[in-house]
């Protein structure tokens, strides 16, 4: 679910309310009538429905002209990579793994090298009992 809302401007209107934000090439996306998706939360949730409803045959019905996301202009192009992109928590997982990986790598070189002092040691200790039982 999504908390976007779907706003219909008129150019001059939509012009105002956009003059706020000062980034060049926002108000040129406003020709004639316009609906300005106002994602509300995550951003990625909303540029995955329009994407896939455009995907869905309703090329003629709906025009990404591109998306103003945390003060960057983003063309359609971009829109639609952005849309590619996985669900956070999925990005958020293959952190944690990519992270983990070379940490458990780590802790098992550790355990190798804690594994292969704790048999010398009992090697040496085993040579030293015996030597001292020989020479008694």
């Known amino acids: 679910t999504s908390d976007a809302r779907l706003l219909i401007l008129k150019r001059r209107l939509g012009q105002r309310a956009l003059a706020q934000f000062n980034c060049a090439g926002l108000t040129e996306l406003l020709e004639g009538s316009v609906g300005c998706v106002l994602a509300g939360g995550d951003a990625l949730v909303p540029a995955k429905q329009l994407i896939e409803f455009r995907k869905q045959g309703h090329e003629s019905q709906l025009e990404v002209r591109g998306a103003f996301i945390d003060g960057q202009l983003l063309t359609t192009q971009q829109v639609e990579q952005f849309a590619a992109l996985p669900p956070k928590p999925v990005l958020l997982a293959k952190v944690v793994a990519a992270l983990e990986a070379p940490i458990t ?28 039982a020989g020479g008694s």
Not at 105 to 127: D, K, P
């Open 105 to 132: 790598e780590v802790v098992f070189t550790v355990e190798g090298l804690i594994g292969e002092v704790a048999w010398l040691l009992e090697q040496a200790a085993t040579r030293t009992i015996a030597s001292a």
